[in-house]
């Protein structure tokens, strides 16, 4: 969705229409339509008061007989053994008495002496066309333009991107490039400006807020860990698998053709506390050698070699589990990234946790002789 603000509501929907352009004339954007009503038909009836009144017409009663004999009235309910409930009685004119302005006009009400008069008579009918909707957004005067991606690229994502090239060139009534918003609306209507809305913001909203959830968890981890070990680097030595973890769930995202959903995002970061704890036994088990006199090269090795098999059961464990939602549409997305990233940060957090608590001992180490 793109959402138009400028200065001229007027102006705002030319450069909408043009906007619309773009959309049809992008591959993959579909059902291209905007928020806004070409001019329609509008028939007004005039009454003129005195020649009512003086026919003892109230204006009001004109008003109760037009609606009556056009929208209908409703005279009772009937009453239907085969129906649930009861169905309105709605009275009004047939449709070809009531479709054009001179058949209206024919419409007799009766006067104060009982004799009838046509509407004509006391009132004009006059053809004019309806004035299309104003639509705000937080009291800004807002044109909506729609679309909807179809293809082997269903993301917004890429369909912003490819319009995007086409909108930079767009000139405004004032002579000025669109200035184009992401995530928030213009500040002021003052100039010409575009924002991109709809399931783009969405997927805005949902990414900012788990990446903030999963920085918050991180730094619980860590405060975790530094109760624990005692140590401020051994926890950034524990937490650096977590990345490694994306080493095999991006590729495979690209060999399954499928695209990084919020469900991914949730595979990360379920996986990233599973990857976490592989770490930890690491760890604890070199530190469990080092206690007994093991010296730390050995104790680095002993440790990837033995606590391989239960970081292997795990991820296998983690693998299985996950396949029985591989092949679903929706949750896809979190299978490949639990499964990937597990057997990525599996591999690779065997070789890397241990050099890097290997190299960070050995620094410790060298400072404490310095000193």
Do not use: C
Not at 25 to 34: A, I, K, S, Y
Not at 249 to 275: C, E, K, N, Q, Y
Not at 320 to 345: H, K, R
């Amino acid at each position: 969705m793109a959402e138009v603000y400028g200065p001229d509501y007027e102006q705002q929907i030319g450069v909408a229409r043009r906007i619309m352009d773009i959309f049809e004339n992008t591959e993959g954007v579909v059902d291209v339509d905007w928020y806004m009503t070409d001019p329609q038909p509008e028939y007004r009836i005039s009454v003129n008061r005195d020649k009512a009144l003086a026919l003892g017409i109230p204006p009001a009663k004109v008003l109760s007989v037009v609606q009556a004999a056009v929208k209908g009235t409703v005279a009772g309910l009937l009453h239907d053994d085969g129906a649930k409930e009861d169905v309105d009685i709605l009275v009004r004119f047939p449709r070809n008495k009531r479709s054009q302005a001179h058949e209206i006009g024919g419409i007799k009400l009766r006067a104060a002496d009982g004799h009838l008069v046509s509407l004509a008579e006391i009132a004009s009918i006059g053809k004019g066309s309806t004035y299309h909707p104003i639509y705000h957004k937080n009291l800004q005067p807002v044109v909506y333009v729609t679309g909807d991606v179809a293809g082997e690229e269903e993301s917004p994502v890429y369909a912003i991107l490819k319009m995007n090239k086409e909108l930079e060139k767009l000139v405004t009534p004032a002579g000025t490039n669109l200035e184009l918003f992401y995530t928030r609306q213009p500040f002021t209507t003052k100039g010409w400006a575009m924002k991109w809305d709809g399931e783009w913001h969405i997927t805005y909203e949902v990414f900012r807020d788990m990446g903030g959830a999963f920085a918050v968890v991180v730094v619980l981890i860590f405060i975790l860990v530094v109760g624990w070990f005692r140590s401020y680097s051994v926890p950034l030595v524990i937490l650096s698998p977590i990345p490694l973890s994306l080493i095999g769930i991006i590729p495979a995202h690209a060999l399954m053709g499928a695209f990084f959903t919020a469900t991914s995002m949730i595979g990360f970061i379920a996986g990233a506390g599973i990857v976490v704890r592989n770490s930890i036994i690491l760890v604890d088990f070199i530190e469990l050698r080092l206690k007994e006199g093991m010296p730390l090269g050995e104790a680095v090795i002993d440790a990837g070699a033995i606590r391989f098999r239960p970081m292997l059961l795990t991820s296998s464990a983690v693998v299985v589990g996950s396949f029985v939602i591989l092949f679903d549409p929706i949750f896809q997305g979190l299978a490949i990234s639990l499964m990937a990233g597990e057997i990525a940060a599996t591999l690779f957090s065997r070789m890397v946790v241990p050099i890097l608590y290997y190299l960070d001992h050995r620094i410790k180490a060298e400072k404490r002789l310095v000193l």
